[in-house]
């Protein structure tokens, strides 16, 4: 089957913003202009196309990343004549507790539209959406959207991006007009003016440039041209000279420098009108291809060797499953970005991680929850496979002659866990096919047990994200379940280094078990993990008792050793020890090492740690005391206090313990006016009188347990 579009005329991008923003209408409004849709759905009466699950619809919110594909040839603005392009769209959630879904989206994409609501500009999870994409190298635009509403104003939250995010955000058009006045823009690069009669209109009507604002856009001109010919030498030396750039040349400028990742154009408009045919002309001028973002770097999983694959239908297929999700209709899909090579539908592919083969049954476009059937995928393509077996988050899909493994996507470890057990003995094994398949869905969803009170343990990102999962056993799993309040998810660590050493013997008839080690233990940086050293020499302890003692250290680290919790960052080394020729046995070691480091961690400082939030609360003037006053009794630290479109915005750093059912609480003190935001930042010691309590009610919890 020939390939329908170039690769040069493929654009992958996301919609990224905070909360609320206008990324889902936004996304509705470009698959409206494009002819996907006939009218566009109205998010607050769940009629969007990628806000599709039940409970989005329910709460206005995205929930999950939802991955629709369409068509655009540009219109006003043309770099490459009357080209048609193909655009795959990722809309991911504002939400914090779904952080997971942009993180994995990003990690696949080309270029992103960040979205900003232009009443409060740049938003506590606007600055993380933003971290995120620079760690991804995702080169992107700004859209200040709802700027013709009350309130909505572009150019201060032009400035909020400027303070808060970069300097090197330049408008490429200027509104005409204010909030509810707004008829059109004026292009600075085409010095035109495009209006409307209504935002809805299907064509501007072209123009030149009022006369009220030819200084304005001569100013804003002048600094656009100043900046991008930064990128571009040729072009600095004829704008250096007093020479008139062309159309052409601005044009090609902006891509450039717009593609170097340091540069970002910025429109602003109504998501829901025609202001999004000049977005969708930018898109295609100057956002990259995958040709343009060059090759991807992976690693030969037998050999270590780095490999290149560059983006080509010609390369050896290589492609990264970026998602696991499960379709009510056609089971379980892994969602797939193709980096070089072409896939057929019936064929094979091997798994980079696992080495096992996988067969190719259907590959479908997705349009949300809709699929269209196609046979065959080329470079730069995003789809998704229907059916896999093997393949989860992360894995790499590649041609069976020619291994591969891409670099991995990290997510972040849970914050936040509950107790939960089915209400009735149908209900248990639906549960756990539940719990498997929701894990495999979202890697910051974890499942374990307590084998202390014998429960299911569920841990996530925060209140929301467990309470929508539940939800989703529920609805989608048919799951009748019983759950505990929300937990902190501690860790313990210690301060200083320290040394033990554990003999362990036991004679019982026959055979005994012998098992000698000495053990030193170092704290590592946060988030360093888990590191073991074998200092062994002269063979006072053989090779095959080693990784046992591995073994016994992590299964020890798991369960802590002042309070139960998992016992994180630190280096172990075995440094000596010895062994008997009869008794010795790979679990003599594995307990006795188990056992050591409880003795070398307790000589070591230990402590428990608790994850602290970055809370960012918005309220009016008149709340700001009683805001702060609660803040404090929480044992917050706040970090600072600003003005943002005549309201007090406040960030603290907060352990999460004090922070259950805080939206709720915030509300009622600030007659609903007030609203926050919380995400995790870092883990931090317990001060010692807390430690205290929660150390004596663990033990309190296992003598009740009679343990």
């Given at each position: ?8 005329a493929t654009?992958?991008i996301?919609i990224?913003?905070h ?9 509705e409004?470009i ?8 009218k566009i759905?109205a998010?607050?009466e769940?009629e969007?196309?990628?806000d599709w ?42 939400h914090?507790?779904?952080?997971v879904e942009?993180e ?12 900003f609501d232009?009443?409060m ?5 606007s600055e993380?959406v933003?971290r995120?994409?620079d760690?991804?190298g995702?080169?992107r635009?700004?859209?200040i ?16 991006i400027?303070n ?7 408008p490429?058009?200027?509104p005409?007009?204010f909030?509810k ?6 292009d600075?690069v085409?010095m ?8 809805t209109d299907k064509e ?5 440039v ?5 200084e304005?856009?001569e100013k804003?001109r002048?600094e ?14 004829k704008?250096?000279e007093?020479?008139?750039?062309s ?11 717009t593609r ?12 829901r009108?025609?202001?999004v045919r000049t ?5 295609t ?7 343009d ?6 690693h030969?999983p037998k050999?270590?060797e780095?490999l ?9 297929f290589?492609?990264?499953a970026?998602?696991i999700?499960?379709d009510?209709?056609v ?9 070089s090579g072409?896939l ?5 592919v091997?798994n980079g991680?696992t080495?096992n ?5 259907r ?17 730069g393509?995003?789809c998704a496979?229907?059916g896999?077996?093997?393949?989860i ?5 590649c041609?069976e ?16 866990s ?8 149908a209900?248990?094994?639906k ?20 084998d202390?009170?014998?429960q299911t343990?569920?841990?996530g ?16 799993f048919k799951?009748e379940?019983n ?5 902190v998810a ?9 040394t ?6 036991r004679q019982?008839?026959g055979?005994g078990q012998?098992?000698?080690?000495y ?7 946060q988030?360093?993990?888990y590191?073991f ?19 016994g250290i992590?299964?020890s680290a798991?369960n802590?050793?002042i309070?139960?919790?998992p016992l994180?960052?630190?280096r172990a ?6 062994y008997?020729?009869?008794d ?18 307790k000589k070591?400082?230990p402590?428990l740690?608790?994850?602290?939030m ?7 003037e008149?709340?700001?005391?009683d805001?702060?006053g609660d803040?404090?009794?929480?044992r ?13 915005v ?6 999460l ?7 709720t609480?915030l ?6 006016q ?9 883990y931090?010691e317990v001060?010692?009188n807390?430690a ?11 003598v009740?347990?009679?343990?």
């Amino acid at each position: 089957m020939p390939r329908e579009y170039p690769i040069e005329a493929t654009r992958n991008i996301g919609i990224i913003a905070h909360i609320d923003a206008g990324k889902t209408t936004t996304t509705e409004g470009i698959l409206y202009n494009t002819g996907m849709i006939h009218k566009i759905g109205a998010v607050h009466e769940g009629e969007t196309v990628t806000d599709w699950m039940e409970q989005e619809r329910e709460r206005g919110i995205t929930i999950t990343s939802a991955a629709v594909t369409c068509y655009w040839k540009p219109q006003y603005i043309k770099i490459e004549g009357d080209k048609e392009y193909k655009i795959n769209i990722i809309d991911t959630p504002g939400h914090v507790d779904f952080t997971v879904e942009v993180e994995r989206s990003l990690r696949v994409l080309d270029g992103a539209i960040t979205v900003f609501d232009g009443k409060m500009g740049v938003e506590p999870q606007s600055e993380t959406v933003w971290r995120q994409a620079d760690k991804y190298g995702v080169p992107r635009m700004c859209f200040i959207n709802k700027i013709n509403q009350t309130g909505g104003d572009f150019y201060k939250s032009l400035d909020s991006i400027h303070n808060r995010l970069t300097k090197n955000a330049f408008p490429v058009q200027l509104p005409i007009g204010f909030e509810k006045d707004i008829v059109g823009v004026v292009d600075l690069v085409t010095m035109k003016s495009y209006t409307y009669k209504d935002f809805t209109d299907k064509e501007f009507t072209i123009g030149e440039v009022p006369a009220d604002m030819k200084e304005k856009a001569e100013k804003y001109r002048h600094e656009l041209i100043e900046k991008i010919v930064e990128f571009d030498d040729e072009l600095m030396e004829k704008y250096l000279e007093g020479k008139e750039l062309s159309e052409e040349e601005i044009l090609q400028a902006i891509r450039k420098a717009t593609r170097s990742g340091d540069f970002y154009p910025v429109f602003g408009g109504d998501g829901r009108g025609i202001i999004v045919r000049t977005l969708l002309d930018a898109v295609t001028n100057f956002l990259p291809s995958p040709l343009d973002k060059g090759p991807v770097k992976g690693h030969n999983p037998k050999t270590g060797e780095e490999l290149l694959r560059n983006p080509s239908d010609d390369e050896p297929f290589t492609a990264l499953a970026f998602k696991i999700a499960t379709d009510p209709f056609v089971g379980r899909l892994a969602f797939f970005r193709v980096y070089s090579g072409t896939l057929t539908a019936g064929s094979y592919v091997l798994n980079g991680r696992t080495g096992n083969r996988e067969r190719v049954g259907r590959i479908v476009r997705m349009r949300a929850d809709q699929r269209d059937e196609v046979k065959e995928v080329f470079a730069g393509d995003i789809c998704a496979l229907v059916g896999p077996k093997d393949t989860i988050t992360a894995d790499t899909l590649c041609a069976e002659n020619s291994p591969i493994e891409l670099e991995k996507i990290k997510f972040a470890d849970p914050v936040i866990s509950m107790a939960i057990e089915p209400k009735t003995k149908a209900d248990q094994e639906k549960m756990g096919i539940a719990m498997q398949k929701l894990a495999e869905e979202d890697p910051t969803f974890k499942v374990s047990s307590n084998d202390e009170t014998q429960q299911t343990i569920i841990a996530g990102m925060g209140e929301l994200h467990l309470e929508i999962l539940v939800d989703r056993m529920k609805r989608e799993f048919k799951v009748e379940a019983n759950v505990g309040k929300p937990e902190v998810a501690y860790k313990e660590s210690f301060k200083k280094t320290a040394t033990a050493e554990v003999k362990y013997i036991r004679q019982s008839g026959g055979r005994g078990q012998y098992g000698h080690v000495y053990l030193r233990v170092e704290p590592l940086e946060q988030g360093k993990g888990y590191e073991f050293v074998d200092e062994i020499v002269g063979g006072v302890i053989p090779k095959e008792y080693i990784k046992p003692i591995d073994k016994g250290i992590q299964e020890s680290a798991a369960n802590g050793v002042i309070a139960g919790y998992p016992l994180v960052d630190f280096r172990a080394a075995v440094y000596d020890g010895s062994y008997h020729e009869v008794d010795s046995s790979e679990m003599a070691f594995k307990i006795a090492a188990s056992k050591c480091l409880q003795e070398a961690v307790k000589k070591g400082d230990p402590v428990l740690l608790e994850p602290v939030m970055k809370v960012v609360v918005t309220t009016p003037e008149a709340n700001m005391g009683d805001v702060i006053g609660d803040l404090n009794s929480k044992r917050a630290k706040v970090q600072d206090m600003e003005d943002i479109t005549g309201r007090k915005v406040v960030t603290a750093f907060v352990p999460l313990a004090e922070m259950f059912g805080y939206a709720t609480q915030l509300r009622s003190m600030t007659q609903g006016q007030a609203s926050s935001i919380m995400e995790f930042d870092h883990y931090e010691e317990v001060p010692k009188n807390v430690a205290a309590n929660i150390i004596e009610s663990r033990a309190g919890m296992n003598v009740r347990k009679g343990q």
